[in-house]
């Protein structure tokens, strides 16, 4: 259960961020910061797997944040090779003030890689990567509890790609038999593994 998303403007370095806020029930445990896919390519806010992913901490208690990268919806600038978007990431925490509070950073595709590099900058509380396009962008290593989701017949990212980034850190890789990239018919099991794999 929660109340309905809410839709808010952030200052951001290149102009406002839009946002999309969902608030559990009772007052929130923490932040859950959740990126969507590449800007380019059509990935926004309303992507089914981020607001699957914000669904799932939203019942588990967080509230969850979902910006679109500049030059997406009715946030401002221009797309900015990743560089300028984990500045928007950190400006949303900022403004959520989350940072204190050791936030939840996830994202999917293009935005899991960004949050890995947010990450590098700040601690995050936990961190759930899904799809982690590590074959078109640079990811670095993740925080060892980092959960990492993926699904098996992902054409865009592949899985190898995937297995082969992990391998170093020693990181476990959840991989969600039959799923594409979209987790099409597959957004419960994603779900449930958000909230089953939670402490």
Not at 7 to 21: N, Q, S, W, Y
Not at 58 to 68: I, M
Not at 149 to 156: L, N
């Amino acid at each position: 259960m929660r109340a309905a998303t809410r839709r808010e403007l952030v200052a951001g370095p290149a102009g406002r961020i839009e946002c999309a806020v969902d608030l559990p029930e009772r007052q929130p445990r923490g932040i859950a910061l959740v990126a969507h896919p590449h800007p380019l390519h059509g990935g926004t806010l309303d992507n089914k797997v981020v607001q699957t992913l914000a669904r799932a901490f939203v019942e588990l208690g967080y509230a969850a944040w979902r910006p679109n990268f500049r030059g997406v919806g009715a946030s401002e600038g221009r797309y900015d090779e990743g560089r300028g978007e984990i500045e928007d990431l950190a400006a949303v925490l900022a403004h959520a003030g989350a940072p204190q509070a050791r936030p939840v950073l996830a994202g999917f595709s293009f935005g899991a890689a960004a949050q890995a590099r947010l990450a590098q900058r700040i601690a995050p509380g936990r961190m759930v990567l899904v799809g982690v396009a590590v074959n078109r962008f640079d990811a670095p290593a993740v925080p060892a509890d980092t959960i990492v989701i993926h699904g098996e017949r992902d054409a865009t990212v592949p899985l190898a790609d995937v297995l082969a980034w992990a391998a170093p850190q020693d990181l476990p890789v959840v991989v969600v038999p039959g799923a594409d990239h979209f987790f099409h018919r597959r957004l419960q099991v994603l779900r449930a593994i958000v909230r089953h794999s939670w402490r």
